[in-house]
Nanobody, 120 residues
Framework: QVQLVESGGGLVQPGASLRLSCTAS????????MGWYRQAPGKQRELVAT???????FYADSVKGRFTISRDNAKNTVYLQMNSLKPEDTAVYYC??????????????WGQGTLVTVSS
């Protein structure tokens, strides 16, 4: 019903920047919340940032001041601008979307994940 395609991961050095993108497609009527989660090796998946349909944002304490989440409603796309990256930011980053489909069903969709590696 709702498909997510992520892009933008890669290998960077500490202090560098990356921008992740995630585009939603399918039988979408409206998107409520878009967000990013991450899972580091051997750890549980954790919330990174979310943004609502009225651009209200939330950030995990570990990324405040370094990461910025934004969305383009016309493109059903959410971005995560990551600056001043640290080795501890290394993880697989997953896009998450909570949306209402044209069948009037609320779905919680996940992307396939994109790997971000921060290493010198």
């Amino acid at each position: 019903q709702v498909q997510l395609v992520e892009s933008g991961g890669g290998l960077v050095q500490p202090g560098a920047s990356l921008r992740l993108s995630c585009t939603a497609s399918g039988s979408i009527s409206s998107i409520y919340v878009m967000g990013w989660y991450r899972q580091a090796p051997g750890k549980q998946r954790e919330l990174v940032a979310t943004i609502t349909s009225v651009d209200s944002t939330f950030y995990a304490d570990s990324v405040k001041g370094r990461f910025t989440i934004s969305r383009d409603n016309a493109k059903n796309t959410v971005y995560l601008q990551m600056n001043s990256l640290k080795p501890e930011d290394t993880a697989v980053y997953y896009c998450n979307v909570r949306a209402l489909t044209t069948a009037r069903v609320i779905v919680n969709a996940w992307g396939q994940g994109t790997l971000v590696t921060v290493s010198s």
